[in-house]
T-cell receptor, first 113, second 109 residues
Framework: IAGITQAPTSQILAAGRRMTLRCTQD?????MYWYRQDLGLGLRLIHY???????GKGEVPDGYSVSRANTDDFPLTLASAVPSQTSVYFC????????????FGQGTRLTVV | GQNIDQPTEMTATEGAIVQINCTYQ??????LFWYQQHAGEAPTFLSY??LDGLEEKGRFSSFLSRSKGYSYLLLKELQMKDSASYLC??????????WGAGTKLIIKP
């Protein structure tokens, strides 16, 4: 089934540890995004990639890094996790980096303790 | 700054009609999306408006007024499965999506 897959589904992580959230899509979409969703707040963009080989910073990039080595994969890395990074993380993709529909992964629930 | 406002929570009765409003102030406008998000799940696309007026899609309709910075999502013949959060998102001048915090819709029998 075509779509966008995230792993892991949930994770409890000790503060200070490094963690990579994985995201893979098989729709050949050019643009990919990482969001975090916190209670009472809208989805906030962490990083994005308009096409393979390029990345950009979103609204809340500090403490996170991404790479886009190919079209399909867009991993998000927390170099040294802190409790404020406890959140639900969604990866999304769209055909192009403009106002086209975004498709979301099922989310990763991350708890930093 | 950029801002999207939606009511935090609304309650409606099964079979009834509900209107969820969204007002926005953004740097430029290149379209407005509505997404549905059930608890614990990913957002899924409902509608997209870029021109003024009403877009109808089955039981759901979405309206846009660019001059007023206003949109609404209209849900008719409400069903229990419509209980979810409804997210309004605006595409700004840089083609970035600016998201509202969402409206939690509770449907009662």
């Amino acid at each position: 089934i075509a779509g966008i897959t995230q792993a892991p589904t949930s994770q409890i992580l000790a503060a200070g540890r490094r963690m990579t959230l994985r995201c893979t899509q098989d729709m050949r979409h050019n643009a990919m995004y990482w969001y975090r969703q916190d209670l009472g707040l809208g989805l906030r963009l962490i990083h994005y990639s308009n096409t393979a080989g390029t990345t950009g910073k979103g609204e809340v990039p500090d403490g996170y890094s991404v790479s886009r080595a190919n079209t399909d994969d867009f991993p998000l890395t927390l170099a040294s996790a802190v409790p404020s990074q406890t959140s639900v993380y969604f990866c999304a993709s769209s055909e192009a980096a403009d106002n086209t529909e975004a498709f979301f992964g099922q989310g990763t629930r991350l708890t930093v303790v | 700054g950029q801002n999207i406002d939606q009511p935090t929570e609304m309650t409606a009765t099964e079979g009834a009609i509900v209107q969820i409003n969204c007002t926005y102030q953004t740097s430029g406008f290149n379209g407005l999306f509505w997404y549905q998000q059930h608890a614990g799940e990913a957002p899924t696309f409902l509608s997209y408006n870029v021109l003024d007026g009403l877009e109808e899609k089955g039981r759901f309709s979405s309206f846009l007024s660019r001059s007023k910075g206003y949109s609404y999502l209209l849900l008719k013949e409400l069903q229990m499965k419509d209980s979810a959060s409804y997210l309004c998102a605006v595409v700004d001048s840089n083609y970035q999506l600016i998201w509202g915090a969402g409206t939690k819709l509770i449907i009662k029998p």
